[in-house]
């Protein structure tokens, strides 16, 4: 069957052409003449400040997928960048974004000392003056003042290197009035900022805020969240210790959902980082005197453990010293407690078994003192877990990073 003659024109037309397109590209008249350069699209040149802020971020986003060698780079790539905006010429700060972008190094850890050298050069234009302001004030701890002057800004007109990090500022300042305000915020930057540094803080500390309000199933879905996507972040230790002390909140020994939603939790991560979860809600559990939650903890993680290692060890410490203040089970703890080897133990565990020995020891002479006093209170009403000194000394150095990372950390 023959082609149309339709079709058969246009395959003539197209092999007689084929010569001329291969001998140029139809714009050099078919005369052999080298193709013309392409011409770039035109790009912006970005200052100085825009550029150094953008390579700590990809710094600080490496820490957030857990690489230490960035955690340990950061300050000292903090300290070049500081020399090298110090020494910028104070027109630069009039120009709004490099504005910005200083105010963007000075919120992820370059602190204050830069914005008063911008604010003293007297060059910031009008429009970011108050930003600039706003950050010092909250860097200084002046959270009245830093609330009032961040509030004007939205972080969603803002360029991607500082809206997200203003959200999570806004957020850190509003939370204590506002805590609902704070949690859209702590939203916001975790929305503009995916992926980053600032969307793993902003995660971590929207997890706590929740769960200081109550909301356990909020509570339970944003830890599933950073256990999944930033449990190797450097900061993960930090999560973990007030993630435990969330935890024990809840009564798990009597209520199988609450068991349930820890479980769902907690099998986001690894046997061995989830036996060390089920220590630090122990640990935390006799801090608290939540004594059925510490052996809850303590008897799962002592499951995920072997038998002759030091977690192990901790885990028998932990439900030994909440069993000897439990009603009936005061024995059982006892003997528990006498037949651990201190040698296996951290300085702090030892501490901790001392002070349970001697709770112990105590407890057993309770009986004959309420003997002798009539109306007494009975032993099993007044008992108290042990608390080692090591405790109270580790539960303020833990306040003091967390203030300091609320002020240092994106």
């Known amino acids: 069957m023959r082609p149309p003659r339709r079709l058969a024109a246009a395959l003539l037309a197209l092999l007689l052409a084929a010569p001329a397109l291969a001998a140029g590209d139809g714009h050099g008249g078919g005369h052999g003449e080298p193709p013309k350069p392409v011409e770039p699209l035109p790009v912006t040149p970005r200052g100085l400040p825009v550029e150094l802020v953008r390579t700590l971020q990809l710094l600080q986003d490496r820490i957030a997928r857990g690489s230490t060698q960035a955690h340990l780079a950061q300050r000292q790539l903090l300290v070049h960048i500081e020399s090298r905006l110090a020494a910028v010429e104070p027109e630069t700060w009039a ?18 000392a830069l914005l008063r050298r911008m604010l003293d050069g007297g060059r910031l234009g009008e429009a970011e003056a108050p930003l600039v302001l706003g950050a010092l004030a ?3 701890g002046r959270e009245k003042e830093a609330r009032t002057l961040l509030a004007k ?25 506002a805590p609902v305000r704070a949690i859209e915020l702590l939203d916001l930057a975790r929305l503009l900022a995916p992926g980053t540094l600032v969307e ?9 805020v929740v769960a200081q309000g109550g909301d356990a199933k909020r509570f339970e879905t944003l830890s599933i969240q950073y256990l999944r996507r930033f449990r190797r972040s450097v900061y993960a230790g930090n999560f973990r210790q007030r993630f435990a002390a969330a935890l024990t909140r809840l009564d798990f020994a009597s209520d199988g959902a609450r068991v349930a939603q820890l479980e769902r939790m907690l099998d986001e991560i690894e046997p061995e980082g989830r036996r060390d979860l089920y220590l630090l809600v122990a640990r935390a559990a006799l801090d608290q005197g939540r004594r059925e939650t510490a052996i809850f ?32 089970r005061f024995e059982e703890g006892r003997e528990a407690l006498a037949s651990l080897d201190r040698r296996g133990l951290s300085e702090s565990d030892a501490l901790l078994l001392d002070a349970a020995l001697s709770t112990a020891r105590q407890i057993r002479t309770l009986p004959q003192a ?16 042990p608390e080692a000194p090591a405790i109270g000394r580790a539960q303020e150095a833990l306040a003091r990073i967390d203030r300091m990372m609320d002020r240092s950390d994106p």
């Open 95 to 112: 120009v709004a974004e490099n504005a910005r972008a200083g105010v963007a190094f000075a919120l992820a850890g370059g602190g204050p």
């Open 138 to 140: 909250y860097l200084e």
């Open 153 to 177: 800004f939205d972080p969603r007109t803002m360029p991607a290197s500082l809206a997200g990090q203003l959200a999570l500022t806004q957020a850190a300042v509003a939370v204590r009035d």
């Open 200 to 208: 793993e803080g902003a995660l971590r500390r929207e997890i706590f």
């Open 297 to 328: 903890a303590a008897e799962r993680a002592a499951g995920l453990a072997e038998p002759e290692s030091r977690p192990a060890a901790q885990a028998r410490l932990y439900r030994a010293a909440a069993l000897i203040v439990a009603d009936g």
């Open 370 to 385: 309420g003997a002798a006093r009539p109306g007494a209170t009975p032993a099993a009403e007044s008992r108290a877990l």
